[in-house]
């Protein structure tokens, strides 16, 4: 057994030392990577693990951070209740944002795929868009607005299905529906992009191969060709769709208002800018920004385990 | 020659299917709902030009009105007759803009492929690891750096200064994620070769790399102008001579009622350039994006 370990602690020396070695006469390649990584470093990864540090800290800027270990989470979860609100909130958007607004994206990109070229330059465009376009989805407050001067209110009294405004923007039956269909309207993203372009990438030949071998339709050749060719850029969908359905927060503030009634349209952003910007609560919001980062983590693991099974 | 392997060219593009395996039903349902969509995503931007184009009392008409009866520029005099009468110039709001933009861009640009030059075509330990990070950093957004990166800037003395603005967008892992990506479709052979004659690497990445990888650096500019563009930054500036321009005039949209009008000019100045750029670049970014799938 001892020996066995000997050779096991031999073997992983002359590994590092073939490492270090390669690495020395690599010199060159950590020099290039280097202010990247250093900036990568400052302004990517230490905000996560200082977040994570901070979360058991009371901090408030001003003092000292003051380790209190886990009473940040366990304020959070069980005393307060506008973050509950905000976790509900988050997981419907995410829910039904996330896998809609990715569907939506293939789907599009799919069916934009079929089109002639000069068309299909002009639709990308066109879909791509509203997601680029800054915070104009604040136009949909005055579709929304809650007097007459609102083109919806407006348009349902003028035919006469009400009689008096609808408070879309501040009535918490409608907010949550609002937000999401506005989401559903920015969701064509970078993903989105990569989906038109890998399916322009899809080797020609094998829809051909297809064809002979009896692909009658195109859902068929969607299962058995489009899809396991487009894996990479599924994934890079996915992280992208995570990224902005869990990240929500300015849009909820510039339509439904910053605080919404009742909060019913926080979300775990908005919560974790009000109590780090607002209140200068850094710890408290700190645990906040962790438990963003580790739904969003196991949300990327879960469906890359799901697109594993695509096509098969 | 081409024609004749693909007879079914010679008719017009609409009636011609494309493929033996395609139903005619099928491909009109496609070109509805395309049509539907299409009409969804660009209604809303129409509305906001129409917005910014209506005097002020189109504005406030009842029944509301889609399109400006008589569109003029008023709103967009306005809101350059309001934004002068701030205290800071106007030309001072650009000024951060342009030189946030294109300082953070250019040093993006450089740090950015001088990383994925060597992530993607040396193997050195750690090479992996560290793609690995940057590809899981795609999902660290703002919201999840916010807090920390305020503690960092503030430690570091650069709240209140464009270098919090600038200096993270070097490291941006979105551009040298693209950009590793499409330097791997690079072949080998061009360096090997360049190498067999004695280059350096620097002299391969500026002459040999850099020059054949134009869609992917003209999409990074490109990503990188739009965020960088679209990023009011409010959280670590807070004196009004450093404010952005998109910052600037969302301060004005905040003028309540009165302000209607050059809140729609307002929206229309922001969206315009991104968009443009993108209609400029198309063909670039989407070369760009077909090699931007995350390998297992």
Redesign the interface.
Same mark, same amino acid.
């Given at each position: 057994m001892s020996s066995f370990a000997k050779s096991y602690v031999e073997m992983k020396k002359t590994n590092a030392r073939i490492?270090?070695k390669? @690495?020395k006469n690599?010199k060159? #390649? $950590?020099l290039?990577?280097l202010?990247?990584?250093v %900036?990568?470093f400052?302004? $990517?990864? !230490?905000?996560?693990f200082? &977040?994570i540090y901070?979360s058991f800290t009371y901090y408030n800027?001003l003092e000292p951070p003051k380790f209190i270990f886990l009473q940040n989470y366990i304020n959070l979860i069980l005393q307060d209740d506008v973050f509950l609100i905000a976790i509900k909130n988050t997981f419907i958007i995410a829910v039904i944002t996330g896998p809609i607004g990715y569907m939506l994206q293939f789907v #599009?990109a799919w069916?934009?795929n =079929? %089109?002639?070229k000069w068309l299909r330059?002009i639709? /990308?465009?066109?879909?791509?868009?509203?997601s +680029? @376009?800054?915070?104009?989805?604040? +136009?949909?407050s005055?579709?929304f607005r809650g007097d @007459?001067?609102?083109?919806v209110n407006?348009?349902l +009294?003028?035919i006469g299905l009400i009689n008096e405004p609808i408070f879309f923007l501040t009535n918490p039956e409608y907010m949550m529906g609002l937000i999401i269909a506005v989401l559903l309207?920015l969701s064509?993203g970078?993903g989105f992009?990569?989906f038109?372009?890998?399916l322009?990438?899809v080797d020609k030949a094998q $829809?051909e191969a297809g064809?002979l071998d009896g /692909?009658?339709?195109?859902w068929q =050749?969607l299962w058995y060709i489009t899809l396991p060719n487009?894996?990479?850029?599924? !994934?890079?969908g996915a /992280?992208?769709a995570?990224?902005?359905s869990?990240?929500v &927060?300015a849009q909820t503030m510039a339509l439904c208002g910053y605080p919404s009634t009742d909060y019913a349209a926080r979300t775990i952003?908005t919560h %974790?800018?009000d109590y780090?910007?607002t209140r200068f609560e850094?710890g408290y919001? &700190?645990a906040i920004?962790t438990i963003?980062?580790l739904a969003?983590?196991l949300c990327?693991k879960a469906i890359?385990a799901l697109l594993?099974r695509v096509g098969h | 020659m081409k024609t004749s392997t693909k007879p079914y060219h010679k008719k017009p593009r609409i009636l011609r299917r494309r493929q033996p395996n395609r139903s005619r039903g099928g491909d009109i349902f496609i070109y509805i709902f395309l049509a539907v969509m299409a009409c969804i995503m660009v209604l809303p931007l129409v509305f906001a030009i129409n917005q910014s184009l209506k005097p002020m009392d189109e504005l406030f008409r009842f029944p509301p009105t889609f399109f400006a009866k008589n569109p003029g520029f008023q709103n967009f005099t306005d809101l350059f007759v309001t934004m002068n009468k701030s205290t800071v110039p106007f030309s001072r709001y650009i000024f951060n803009t342009l030189f946030t933009t294109a300082v953070g861009t250019a040093g993006h640009l450089l740090i950015g492929s001088m990383a994925a030059f060597v992530l993607a075509k040396y193997d050195f330990p750690g090479n992996r690891l560290i793609f690995g990070v940057v590809v899981t950093a795609l999902m660290f957004t703002g919201s999840i750096l916010m807090i920390p990166n305020y503690l960092i800037m503030n430690s570091l003395g650069w709240i209140d200064s464009l270098l919090a603005i600038i200096v993270p967008a070097f490291a941006s892992p979105m551009g040298v994620f693209l950009m590793k990506q499409f330097m791997e479709g690079l072949p080998t052979a061009l360096i090997e070769a360049a190498k067999v004659d004695g280059a350096t690497e620097w002299y391969v990445f500026t002459r040999i790399v850099m020059p054949n990888v134009k869609p992917a650096w003209l999409t990074m500019i490109i990503f990188s102008v739009q965020s960088l563009w679209n990023n009011p930054a409010s959280v670590y500036i807070y004196s009004e001579e450093k404010k952005a321009l998109v910052y600037a005039l969302s301060q004005v949209s905040l003028g309540g009622v009165a302000r209607t009008g050059q809140a729609a000019a307002v929206s229309v100045v922001t969206m315009i350039v991104p968009i443009l750029l993108f209609i400029i670049s198309e063909s670039q970014i989407l070369e760009t994006m077909a090699s931007s799938g995350i390998k297992d």
């Open positions: 490492a270090w390669k @690495a690599m060159t #390649c $950590y290039f990577l202010p990247f990584f %900036l990568f400052t302004f $990517y990864i !230490l905000p996560i200082s &977040s901070y800027i #599009c069916f934009i =079929e %089109l002639p330059a639709v /990308v465009i066109m879909f791509y868009s509203p +680029i @376009a800054g915070n104009i989805y604040y +136009i949909f005055i579709f @007459a001067y609102g083109y407006g348009i +009294i003028d309207w064509m970078a992009l990569g038109v372009a890998g322009q990438g $829809y064809y /692909v009658r339709n195109r =050749e487009m894996k990479p850029m599924l !994934l890079f /992280v992208m995570i990224t902005s869990f990240g &927060s952003v %974790l800018y780090g910007f850094m919001a &700190s920004a963003l980062f969003m983590i990327n890359q594993r | -």
